[in-house]
Structures are given as C-alpha cells and as structure tokens.
C-alpha cells in the first residue's frame, strides 16, 4: 500500500538548530533516502518556505486567491515522498529512521493514499 509522507516542521524553532548541526542531518537525509530506495514510489520533493505560498479558496464570491498558507498552525509542510510498504506499521518503521526527527518541532505526518477510485464508477 502506498503512503504519503509529509515532512513537516516549526520554523521559529529552526533558527535554534546549530548551522553544523543541521548540515550533518541533511547528510544523514540524502543517506536515508539512499537507505529506503526500494520502498520510494516518489521521493517527492522539499518544498520552498511558507512565505512563498499561495492559496485558492472559495467563499461567497467563489474561488479567492490569497497570499501565504491557509492554516494558522504553527507547523508547516516542508516536503513529502510517497512510499509504498505492507502496511502502516512497516511506514511507521521507516519514518522513525528519519534523521530529521531530531530536530526540534520536526515530525512527519503518514497518510495513507487513495490508490482505487473504482468505487466512483457508474
């Protein structure tokens, strides 16, 4: 089954993270995704930050435009991959290698993915 992986993390907390500190978890990542090669259906992408987003919302006016993140969390998605592995348990086994996890206010979030929309048919 595949899951999506969405990497998500707190950015008043990043400027806490020591510059080298960081630079070597990054190292560990590219290593971990070399690790998990043969469970990535997409490695997915890192997303550039919250102050780059747009989003699309409908009210009374129909579809509006805004600038920024439509939630006021204090977490934000920095990324996702999709993996493709037995079950939950077996995702959950692979995200907790995850070297980023040791950063404050990072945590990875697991969806399961809608893989049969033949439900919708007829």
Do not use: C, Q
């Not at 995704?33 to 490695?43: H, I, L, P, Q, Y």
């Not at 006021?72 to 995200?95: L, N, P, Q, Y």
């Amino acid at each position: 089954m595949k899951y999506v992986l969405m990497y998500t993390s707190r950015p008043d907390l990043a400027g806490e993270t020591d510059p080298e500190a960081a630079h070597a978890i990054y190292k560990r990542v590219y290593e971990w995704f070399g690790e998990n090669a043969g469970v990535m259906a997409d490695s997915g992408a890192e997303l550039l930050g919250v102050e780059t987003a747009t989003t699309v919302k409908h009210d009374a006016d129909g579809a509006v435009v805004v600038d920024g993140p439509f939630n006021e969390a204090k977490e934000v998605i920095g990324g996702f991959s999709v993996i493709d592995v037995a079950d939950m348990d077996a995702a959950i086994a692979v995200v907790k290698s995850w070297p980023m996890l040791d950063l404050p206010g990072v945590a990875v979030e697991i969806r399961p993915m809608v893989e049969d929309y033949s439900h919708m048919e007829g």
